[in-house]
């Protein structure tokens, strides 16, 4: 505009020269990489100090259940550890000792749920109820858990090197009271207990209020009765 004089404005000046994007260094960024884990199970190797009861050992070339065991520190000498074990296969009974620390080898049981479905002759039959193969136990591998064996129940059978050796009850089992004497009448709150036959055949002590047709409930591991289902 006239009249008005001009005023300097601040100019814009480029950078000195003696700077360039060549003289600015930038410290590298440092990359932490996630440490690489094994694939491998890491595996533990049992010794004597490992020992309990129902752990599975092989012992030559046998697979076997530890049925008792017991630590023993002597005055003199090594500590050991002594045991009874029971041969799957065989189902005889043997104590043997073991060194304190010394190694042992875990017997390779695997364990898969089947159904028995019936007895063939001397067998016992068990079905795989996904696949419908079945498996066979002998009577002299069932032995006396029979007594307690019921078609149409689930029950775990051991397998080793392809081969069933053993089978596990459930807990409990539901059976029948098909024959039982009448008892004593009178007061049964003060106890008292009867014979009492059940569907498999096995004799039960059961209290005096239990008749015939009752439904009971009994602990396979001991034989005892529980409670009316």
């Known amino acids: 505009m006239a009249g008005i004089t001009g005023f300097n404005r601040p100019c ?9 994007y060549s003289s600015i260094r930038f410290p590298a960024p440092q990359l932490r990489l996630p440490r690489r884990l094994s694939t491998f199970p890491r595996i ?6 490992d020992i309990k009861v129902g752990l599975n050992i092989e012992v030559d070339g046998n697979p076997w259940k530890v ?29 043997k000792t073991f060194r304190a620390g010394s190694k042992i080898e875990a017997a390779d049981i695997s364990k898969e749920t089947k159904q028995y479905t019936y007895k063939d002759g001397a067998q016992y039959v068990f079905m795989d109820l996904n696949t419908y ?27 080793w090197n392809g081969k069933v050796i ?7 089992v539901k059976l029948k009271v098909t024959e039982v004497d009448p008892g004593l009448k009178g007061d049964t709150a003060q ?11 096995a004799v039960v002590s059961v209290p005096l209020f239990v008749n015939t047709g009752d439904t009971i409930l009994i602990d396979t591991r001991t034989g005892q009765y529980m409670s009316r289902a």
């Open 12 to 20: 814009f000046r480029p950078l000195s020269s003696s700077l360039s």
């Open 44 to 49: 533990y190797a049992l010794t004597s100090n």
């Open 67 to 95: 049925i008792e065991f017991l630590h023993v520190k002597p005055g003199k000498g090594a500590a050991f550890v002594r045991t009874t074990l029971r041969n799957y296969v065989t189902g005889n009974q043997v104590e």
């Open 133 to 159: 193969e079945e498996s066979r136990l002998n009577a002299v591998d069932v032995g006396d858990k029979d007594k307690w064996l019921k078609e149409g129940m689930d029950c775990n059978l051991l397998f």
């Open 166 to 172: 053993d089978f596990e009850l459930p807990i409990t």
């Open 191 to 201: 106890g008292g207990s009867k014979p009492a036959t059940v569907e498999t055949g």
